[in-house]
């Protein structure tokens, strides 16, 4: 089994005035539909109140970040599945229920983790 990444950026998400809690209230459930298929790994959005630092391999921290990833953000899940049809099945779900399309990308296999 593979496991993917389906995200989207801060910002895109088309809510209507007032609609927030319907949002909440469908992104929850297909989390909850991938908890009982058994395919959720983890899920959650960048805090973007804390800013982004770097840690090197001395313990030295220094505030920012490496220049393509300065505009990390957003919404992420994390399944694990059978085939990229399933994450594609997964994503338009989830675009559904957060209403924006979705970015899916496959995590490189590593039998360690």
């Not at 959005?45 to 313990?59: F, N, Q, R, T």
């Not at 694990?80 to 989830?94: F, G, M, N």
């Amino acid at each position: 089994m593979t496991k993917y990444l389906i995200s989207f950026p801060s910002g895109v998400m088309d809510i209507p005035d007032g609609g927030l809690q319907e949002v909440a209230d469908a992104a929850h459930a297909v989390v909850q539909e991938a908890k009982d298929a058994g395919v959720w790994v983890f899920g959650g959005g960048i805090d973007e109140s804390v800013p982004p630092v770097m840690v090197d391999g001395g313990g030295t921290v220094t505030e920012g970040t490496y220049p393509q990833t300065a505009q990390i953000e957003g919404g992420y899940t994390v399944l694990e599945l059978p085939s990229y049809d399933a994450a594609l099945h997964w994503a338009a779900k989830i675009a559904g229920a957060c209403r924006c399309a979705q970015e899916v990308r496959a995590f490189q296999y590593d039998p360690a983790s």
